[in-house]
């Protein structure tokens, strides 16, 4: 049963490019969350999706960042006009709905470097 | 979510027991404790959950006080391999968002 996956595993950009970071749940996980962590800094939440919907996206800055979960495909995390600031690891996690509870699954990680 | 308290490093000898202390003196009834934790560059890996009973799985045991006030996290063989970052999380078992993570416990295992 394969984990969640993250794709790339590294991404580099220059300032001013787009950043698409994409991540698939594992198989029958219809939640999905990302989350940021920034060099020597701990683990921050950013948003969490279910298909087609955007649950809470608390964790988000305001501008330049968006992310969807489609119906068919992988959740996407779009980061525009990269800036230094945002060169971090992004992980992806994913859950189940049911009895079986809410705990989530981490992918490995996009390192994201802005040059 | 409960606020937890964790020491931020801790020593252990390999092939000997891993206590993990967490205080969580604020949980409230339907809060559960769950474990995780991050080794080197990777994901972070779930490792166990409870509400008042101890709990134990193949990755480790969980014991949590009567008041419910702290936790324990054993490793009960730690190994080279266990050597990561561990957090303490509460949070409601069916609630749905995000995780906040603390700093957690820098755990070192020695040879």
């Known amino acids: 049963n394969a984990g969640v996956m993250q794709n790339p595993r590294h991404l580099v950009r220059r300032r001013g490019q787009e950043a698409r970071l994409r991540c698939s749940p594992m198989k029958g996980h219809s939640h999905v969350y990302w989350y940021r962590q920034l060099p020597e800094e701990g683990l921050k939440f950013m948003v969490y999706?279910?298909?087609?919907?955007?649950?809470?996206e608390s964790g988000m800055p305001k501008e330049r960042f968006s992310a969807e979960f489609p119906k068919e495909g992988p959740s996407i995390l779009r980061i525009q006009q990269v800036v230094r600031g945002d060169s971090a690891a992004y992980f992806c996690a994913s859950s189940q709905t049911g009895a079986s509870g809410y705990e989530q699954y981490f992918g490995p990680g996009t390192r994201l470097t802005v040059t | 979510d409960a606020k937890t308290t964790q020491p931020p490093s801790m020593d252990c000898a390999e092939g000997r027991a891993a206590n993990l202390p967490c205080n969580h003196s604020?949980?409230?009834?339907?809060?559960?404790v769950y474990w995780y934790r991050q080794i080197h560059s990777q994901g972070p890996q779930y490792i166990i959950h409870g509400l008042k009973n101890n709990e134990t799985n193949e990755m480790a045991s969980l014991i949590i006080t009567e008041d419910r006030k702290s936790s324990t996290l054993i490793l009960p063989h730690a190994t080279l391999r266990d050597t990561a970052v561990y957090y303490c999380?509460?949070?409601?078992?069916?609630?749905?968002?995000?995780?906040?993570f603390g700093k957690g416990t820098h755990l070192i295992i020695q040879p």
């Open positions: 999706l279910q298909k087609e919907n955007i649950i809470d």
């Open positions: 604020t949980i409230s009834g339907n809060e559960y």
């Open positions: 999380i509460v949070r409601l078992r069916g609630g749905a968002d995000g995780l906040t």
